[in-house]
């Protein structure tokens, strides 16, 4: 165990934690609603800390990044654990921990995983499969120790890390895979159970801290793939984000507690997209469908392919110096 950041103490031996958006009262003896932060005495403690259920390296467009370090590889880990509750979770055998469950996991130091990722050749270290924030201290001392190895740092996070949490990391990190789930409060409400104006703000925060985002939404069939939500997403990033930031549409599969619901037809992720590009974003992809051509990134001024994809696999890569070849025109993203 170690004791947690981002917590004050109250009466009755209570806790409030201000690592994330709940910020949860916690009696003494009891976890907050990610089931790994625990109040012991009135000081509240990590439980995951160095505890990694998955270690692993990745392409990292896997995250997915397809604007950053394109073709490299990325250090991905993760400890048990989340402070959502997404009935379609594809993590769910590792996010979903109870309150009173045993925390499990191969001890690791930040340290060795550094270590470990140079070995591996990474270019990163990405904290994701379940959410980066609820493993906060172990992330921050392994971004620290990464950063001054000239790695990169990524969180593939749900974007609820509260506005202390993320100001204190930001110097260490430097892109983000945001999950935006939806565009309603009544979605995030039964089928998330969190709030979307707190993913609003925190997305961004990101953005005015500087740090590198892509947007990620998996579309249900008829919970959030209506036009109205979808163009709701559209202008938010146009308006809070910018063109140049990449929205990937990705195809849902039953999973978890919605097996109810088919697979996303590849025309839903077609129209997304269209959508997407005809209210100027540059960089709309489809995931989750290789082959149909909705992984390759295109030059936005000429259109000639850059980044030919294929699953995580590039077949080509034709960007020069962060530019096209044929017309010169700027391609956004870290070392692309």
């Not at 030919?308 to 699953?311: A, K």
């Given at each position: 165990m170690k004791e947690a950041l981002f917590y004050e103490r109250e009466e009755d031996s209570r806790v409030r934690c201000g690592l994330c958006r709940f910020r949860c009262l916690i009696a003494d003896g009891a976890r907050g609603i990610c089931g790994v932060r625990e109040n012991r005495g009135g000081t509240l403690y990590s439980l995951v800390y160095g505890k990694l259920c998955a270690e692993h390296v990745d392409p990292i467009e896997k995250k997915p990044l397809f604007h950053v370090m394109p073709g490299s590889r990325s250090y991905s880990i993760a400890t048990v654990g989340c402070n959502f509750r997404c009935r379609h979770?594809?993590?769910?055998?590792?996010?979903?921990v109870g309150r009173d469950e045993p925390i499990t996991g191969v001890e690791q130091t930040p340290q060795e995983i550094v270590q470990r990722a140079r070995?591996?050749?990474?270019?990163?270290?990405?904290?994701?499969?379940?959410?980066?924030?609820?493993f906060f201290e172990f992330a921050y001392d392994t971004a620290r120790l990464a950063k001054e190895a000239g790695l990169r740092n990524i969180f593939v996070t749900n974007g609820y890390i509260s506005k202390e949490a993320l100001a204190m990391i930001t110097p260490y990190l430097d892109a983000v895979n945001i999950d935006l789930k939806g565009f309603?409060?009544?979605f995030y409400r039964d089928v998330v159970h969190a709030r979307l104006s707190e993913v609003l703000d925190s997305i961004i925060q990101h953005?005015?801290?500087?740090?590198?985002?892509?947007?990620?939404?998996?579309?249900?069939?008829?919970?959030?793939?209506?036009?109205?939500e979808l163009q709701g997403i559209t202008a938010f990033i146009v308006?809070?984000?910018?063109?140049d930031t990449p929205w990937h549409v990705t195809q849902f599969y039953p999973t978890y507690q919605l097996?109810?619901?088919?697979?996303?037809?590849?025309?839903?992720?077609?129209?997304?997209?269209?959508?997407?590009?005809?209210?100027?974003?540059?960089?709309?992809?489809?995931?989750?469908?290789?082959?149909?051509?909705?992984?390759?990134?295109?030059c936005p001024s000429c259109a000639t392919l850059l980044i030919?994809?294929?699953?995580f696999s590039i077949?080509?890569?034709?960007?020069?110096?962060?530019?096209?070849?044929d017309c010169g025109a700027a391609i956004a993203g870290i070392g692309i």
């Open positions: 979770c594809q993590n769910y055998s590792i996010s979903q070995k591996n050749d990474c270019r990163s270290i990405s904290y994701t499969y379940t959410e980066p924030t609820i309603s409060e009544s953005r005015n801290q500087g740090i590198w985002i892509e947007l990620t939404t998996l579309i249900i069939p008829g919970l959030n793939d209506s036009d109205a308006d809070n984000l910018g063109v097996t109810d619901r088919p697979r996303t037809p590849v025309d839903t992720l077609r129209k997304a997209r269209e959508i997407g590009r005809a209210a100027g974003l540059r960089y709309v992809y489809e995931g989750n469908v290789p082959g149909e051509g909705g992984e390759n990134t295109r030919e994809r294929y699953g077949g080509t890569n034709r960007i020069r110096n962060g530019a096209c070849p």
